[in-house]
Every structure is written in structure tokens, then in C-alpha cells.
């Protein structure tokens, strides 16, 4: 190491230029600029084919360090002509790299095998994993990003362009160089990330490594003075709402996005057909039944005040008759997995409505998630328990009847989609009232009373947690409502369920809770 080391900020000719991509986009047009300035071109294996093919002149590396690729092609670039050529300081190591007769190289144009295509293939094994872990792709993309004084690294076609047209000029910049070396790093961190990440073998290990790539911009975040984008797992594919097929509509902003993953994760809770609508990322209206417009109407009507403007969400495809309804409302978005000719039609007459089709989804699966604290991150798994009949536990004189138990279970799976505080009022496989997001558990118990009004006569109240004094209780006595569900645990649960015997209602302890934050 330099004991006093120094930084050229000055612009650099290029004289020779290394080429190996696995993302060929664009490398063709890139190489014949090259070779039109006069820039001798070192290349290997499918990009060397690839560029004589294109009638480009490219000069092996092997030919280069008259030393043959081995051990399969493990070894190929790892070699002092190549790595003396990328890392020698011009101003510095000359002596060295003549003694050596190594010759400088001034342009790396590198990207990699995407490691997270070869994890997801269904035959992946470790070993096959581990074969495709590249070694001497990272070490020439980092030695280039590291020696950005004298060097250029080039990862990204799309930046082919501004390195054409500089060097047309005669020159690449010190501050190109530099943007460029950030996003070279960046390249081989991500490529790290994925496979940190496939060994582990915890899911909460002593290090956590994230990594991801962007997906959008956006006009602004959850208000028009922040900054936002959108970033997406490299190389997934799953059915979500960044990889959603927009039919029509503007570009999702970022409350748009939180909403509509927020009612596909609410509606993936069901094998039966339902519908979720969502405002401000709680369920205002949940139904689940056989017929799709049916169950839509239920859902909607269960708080069409809140749904005005809402996200509507189906785990079935969207008909005609159901786009039909929908066309007489303002909402922002619908998702279903897909969606009807004839229904596709009627909603282009409302061309400010967003129409994603998710694709076939499945059930949620337990995976991380991940929120921002000041100085740090909280990770936990998505909370994927459900409920059976055996899990409840009646603790009052009063039974609850077979059909109340299994609005029960309707209820707790829309109830953790909610905020906490959180109470869900449900009945006839409906959702009627809810109060959540308060600051009190009595305060949502009014809350949810209000807003199902007469509707929840007969319905079962549930409570995402236990209830700390029996004053809950005493709000719903005159209401209609027959069954209480919630997880039980408070040093008071017995005059809770003293005053739920005290006004003939039935309760149920669910040994659960289902805070949502």
C-alpha cells in the first residue's frame, strides 16, 4: 500500500479496452465505436464470439497473456497482464509494468452472470450454485472501480452511450469515471448479496444483507415534498405488485403501491372467492362467497364511504358484470390475477383508473420484512399463523354456534391486515365495522360500532389483542353483537369474561394476537 497516496482527476485517453459481458445489450455498437477510435479490444469466450461475428477485431485474452484458460475456464483473466494492466498506477508503477511487459488497459467493460437465475432454477443444487460463482468477472469489474484515476468500469449498457460520445471528444472525465466506479461497486455488492444470502444458513443471521435494484421513480412519495422510488428483488419473478402488468392507467405512486400490496396480502388469505378493498391500507371491506359480484357488492358496501378512492383486490378474474359495477364507482385501482376481455374494455372508458394484473397467486408465504429505524433496521417474518376451530377456546357460559365460529375465523384473517389498535365487527361472511390504528382499544371498539351502525347485529367482534379492562365490554352490551374473539393474557381477562356472561355474549380466546404496527 501507498503511503501517501494521490488521485488523478484528470480526464484519460483509452488505448485498450476489455470486454466480457454476460448482458450483451448494446456491446456490439459499443465495440465498433471502439475499434472506429483506433482502441485495441481484448474480449473473452461467448462476447469475443459475439463481436467477431459483428466482423469487430478482438484479440483473445489468452492470445493476450499467452497463457490458456484452465481448469474449465475457472481461470482465464486472473492473471498479472490483466490485473497488473487495470490496477498499475500510471503515474507510479511504469518501471514495474515495462520490467513485467504489462501493458496498460484503460476501459473494463464487465457485468455478470445474474447468480439469482441460476438459484432459481428447480435442478439447482450447491454445487451447481457454487460453479456459477464468478471470480475473475468481480475481480476485473473491482480492480477497474478501485483505480477509477486512470480507469474506466463499465457495468451498465445503458451507460455505452455517454462513454461513445466522451470518448468521440477525445477523453472520459474524472466525474464519469468516478459515477461509473460507484455503480461498479455497486454491481458486484449486489452479486455478493444474492449469494451471502443463498448460503446462509439462518434467516436472521448475525449479518443481514440486503440488496436491490430500482423498479421506478416516482413524482414523489407519501407527500409531493419527498423524494421516492421503487426497488425490486434482482431476478424475482413472483406475482406482486412491482411485477404486476399495467392494462391501463398513470404510473403507481408510492401510496398507491403500499395500498395495493396491502390489498393483495389481505386477499391472498383466502381459498374462497373474495374481495378486499383497502383506503389507507386498512380493509374497509372484505367478502368472501361463490359469486364474484356478489361478493364485490358486499365488500364494497360494507363502508362505501371509506372505499371512495379505495383499491379494490380480487383473488379470481375480474368480469364483465363485476367491471360493470365497478365503472359507477371512483376508485384508484382494481388488481385481480386476471381480468376479462369485456372487462378490460369497460374500464378504458375511465382512463385514470390503474388496472394490474397480478397474475396466479398462492396463499402467503413467510418471508422478511424489513423497516427503517433511525441508525438501524427491525426484521421480522411476515406473520402467516392462521386460525382453526381448534385453536379457539370458548371461556364463557354461552356457546358460540358452528356458523359464528367460522365467521371467526373469516374475521382473524382480515383483522392482521389491519392497524392496531384494531377491532373487526364481521357477519354473513362480511366485514361491517372497523375500528383501527387507535391509540385505545375502547376507542376502536366505538370506532368499529360507528362505522358497522345496525349491521352488526348478530356479528362476531374480534380484537387483535387482549382487552386490558372489561370497559370494551360494556360498549357493545346493547349493540347486537353475539361473539367476541380475542388472544386472552390480560390480569384481568376474568372480569372481561365475567361481563361478557354479565350481557349473554360468547367469548373466545384465540391464544393469539395480531398486531399490526
Not at 484528470?10 to 466480457?20: E, K
Not at 455517454?162 to 464519469?176: A, H, K, N, W, Y
Not at 413524482?219 to 406482486?240: C, F, M, V, W
Not at 382473524?412 to 362480511?430: E, F, M, P, Q
Request: proline letters at 3%; hydrophobic letters at 40%; a negative charge.
Amino acid at each position: 500500500m501507498l503511503d501517501s497516496p494521490s488521485l488523478n482527476l484528470s480526464p484519460i485517453q483509452v488505448r485498450r479496452a476489455l470486454i466480457s459481458v454476460f448482458d450483451k445489450t448494446k456491446v456490439v455498437e459499443l465495440a465498433q465505436a471502439l475499434h472506429s477510435l483506433g482502441i485495441e479490444i481484448l474480449s473473452t469466450g461467448g462476447t469475443a464470439r459475439a463481436l467477431r461475428t459483428a466482423n469487430v477485431a478482438v484479440t483473445d485474452v489468452g492470445d493476450y497473456t499467452q497463457f490458456p484458460e484452465i481448469m474449465d475456464g475457472r481461470v482465464k483473466t486472473i492473471n498479472p497482464l490483466i490485473e497488473g494492466g487495470i490496477l498499475g498506477l500510471r503515474d507510479q508503477h511504469s518501471e514495474d509494468a515495462d520490467a513485467n511487459q504489462i501493458q496498460w488497459i484503460d476501459l473494463v467493460v464487465c457485468n455478470l452472470y445474474p447468480f439469482s437465475e441460476t438459484i432459481s432454477r428447480e435442478d439447482c443444487d450447491l454445487a451447481m450454485a457454487l460453479e456459477n460463482v464468478d471470480i475473475g468477472g468481480p475481480t476485473m469489474v473491482r480492480s477497474a472501480a478501485k483505480n477509477v484515476g486512470w480507469v474506466c468500469a463499465v457495468v451498465d449498457p445503458s451507460d455505452y452511450s455517454t462513454i461513445i460520445d466522451e470518448l468521440r471528444c477525445g477523453e472520459i472525465s474524472f466525474d464519469t469515471r468516478k459515477k461509473l466506479s460507484s455503480k461498479a461497486f455497486g454491481h458486484t455488492a449486489q452479486y455478493d448479496t444474492i449469494i451471502h444470502n443463498y448460503l446462509k444458513d439462518e434467516k436472521l443471521s448475525d449479518d443481514l444483507s440486503l440488496t436491490f435494484e430500482k423498479h421506478s421513480e416516482m413524482r414523489y412519495g407519501e407527500n409531493p415534498h419527498q423524494l421516492a422510488s421503487s426497488y425490486k428483488i434482482p431476478g424475482n419473478t413472483d406475482p406482486n405488485i412491482l411485477n404486476a402488468t399495467i392494462h391501463q392507467g398513470k404510473q403507481l405512486s408510492y401510496n398507491n403501491i403500499m395500498d395495493a400490496d396491502g390489498a393483495l396480502a389481505c386477499v391472498r388469505e383466502f381459498d374462497e372467492t373474495a374481495c378486499v378493498v383497502v383506503k389507507h391500507a386498512n380493509p374497509c371491506g372484505v367478502a368472501v362467497g361463490d359469486d364474484l359480484l356478489d361478493v364485490y357488492t358486499r365488500a364494497f358496501n360494507a363502508d362505501s364511504l371509506s372505499a371512495f378512492g379505495g383499491i379494490i383486490a380480487f383473488n379470481r378474474t375480474c368480469t364483465k358484470d363485476v367491471a360493470e359495477a365497478i365503472s359507477k364507482v371512483f376508485v384508484e385501482i382494481v388488481l385481480a390475477p386476471n381480468f376479462d376481455p369485456e372487462a378490460l374494455d369497460i374500464f378504458k372508458k375511465k382512463k385514470n383508473l390503474r388496472v394490474l394484473g397480478i397474475g396466479e397467486f398462492e396463499k402467503r408465504t413467510a418471508k422478511l420484512e424489513v423497516r427503517n429505524v433511525d441508525g438501524g433496521l427491525l426484521v421480522q417474518d411476515t406473520d402467516t399463523k392462521t386460525l382453526s376451530k381448534d385453536d379457539l377456546t370458548v371461556v364463557t357460559k354461552k356457546q358460540p354456534s358452528e356458523q359464528e365460529i367460522k365467521t371467526t375465523l373469516f374475521t382473524w384473517k382480515v383483522l392482521r391486515h389491519a392497524k392496531s389498535n384494531g377491532i373487526l365487527i364481521s357477519k354473513d361472511n362480511t366485514t361491517v365495522g372497523l375500528g383501527a390504528g387507535q391509540v385505545s382499544r375502547v376507542d376502536a371498539v366505538h370506532m368499529a360500532l360507528r362505522k358497522g351502525g345496525e349491521s352488526v347485529k348478530g356479528g362476531v367482534l374480534a380484537s387483535d389483542a387482549f382487552f386490558p379492562f372489561r370497559d370494551s365490554i360494556d360498549a357493545i352490551k346493547d349493540s347486537g353483537v353475539k361473539v367476541v374473539v380475542q388472544p386472552g393474557g390480560s390480569i384481568r381477562d376474568r372480569e372481561v369474561i365475567e361481563a361478557c356472561n354479565e350481557y349473554g355474549i360468547a367469548m373466545m380466546f384465540t391464544g393469539t394476537r395480531c398486531f399490526k404496527h
